[in-house]
């Protein structure tokens, strides 16, 4: 089986699983974060919000958490390698933030989030390119 189905007639790449598995975590995060952003920052061990910033990172999540899911829908490729990437360097950014003293060691673990799910995509990738080549399934 190359793909995964999820209704009759339908099915999506391992690569958009995971895209739109991201997409969800990003729905998820960008609402808590414009509707209770003092509940995500707690987690963070960051003071609470004192203007919009904050309410305007969770939008960008959201809207980004958009593009994965539509990505996935339409099996946009070149967006699920881009994501791989991004999301390393997110991990790879938020980790420099926490060393450096810019930001609670908490934060490393949502870029671990996003490392894990830059693996999950890459991983993915392998395996629907193995399938499409006709040397087995994962």
Do not use: N
């Not at 189905?5 to 991201?22: C, H, I």
């Not at 919009?52 to 967006?79: K, S, Y």
């Amino acid at each position: 089986m190359s793909a995964i189905s999820f209704r009759p007639g339908t099915t999506r790449s391992r690569a958009a699983v995971s895209a739109q598995v991201f997409a969800v975590y990003l729905f998820a995060t960008g609402v808590v974060a414009v509707i209770a952003p003092d509940l995500l920052l707690s987690v963070l061990r960051m003071p609470p919000a004192t203007d919009v910033w904050f309410r305007v990172v969770g939008v960008t999540a959201f809207m980004i958490g958009v593009f994965a899911w539509v990505a996935g829908r339409h099996e946009l490729r070149p967006f699920f390698v881009a994501s791989v990437y991004t999301r390393g360097t997110v991990f790879a950014v938020f980790t420099a933030f926490a060393v450096l003293g810019l930001a609670p060691p908490m934060l490393v673990l949502f870029g671990t989030i996003d490392l894990l799910g830059g693996l999950w995509t890459h991983r993915a990738l392998k395996a629907d390119a193995r399938c499409a080549s006709g040397r087995g399934e994962l």
